[in-house]
């Protein structure tokens, strides 16, 4: 066999040189390309790993605001006051008026001093009424004062609205 030309030999080189450099040049544009992408894809994947790492921290935040809450809601509601509003009592004199409020504030006294929740005094709301309602007040008078109740909000303070008559 025979050696190629040194023409031929040159064609052949030129043609080589030219395959590799469009190689490069091939692999050059496609790792541009996808480069571009794969930085884009990389960006978008760090924003989503910082927005995951706040998501858990406002999760964990509000678990344990809601641990705290089911605590609060655990604990039993106690009333602290007894509130007796008249609403006639612009028809009744002051110090009656005064002395009505005394009354059934000293028979209702026992659901602040023993700590009653306010879910039992809820409960017994309907005893509470009737104990209340159409009940008699006598004074050293004589005069006698008949207790309609009007409304009872039971809360940490229980307020009871009424209406005073005198009878006789």
Known sequence: MKPPHPAQTRNWGRLLVSFILGMLLGALIFHYLHAHTLDKILFENRRLVLEITDLRDEVDYL???AEDL?????????VKKVEIVIVNEEEIDGFTATDIIE???????YLVKEDYSVQSVAETAETHARLI???TIKFENNDEY???????????????????????
């Open 70 to 78: 089911n605590k609060l809601n655990q604990e039993e509601i106690t």
């Open 103 to 109: 009354r059934l504030r000293e028979e209702l006294k």
């Open 63 to 65: 678990e344990k605001k």
């Open 146 to 168: 008949e207790v309609k109740l009007h409304s009872m909000i039971i809360h940490t303070t229980i307020t009871i609205k009424i209406h005073v008559h005198k009878i006789s």
């Open 133 to 135: 309602d159409g009940k």
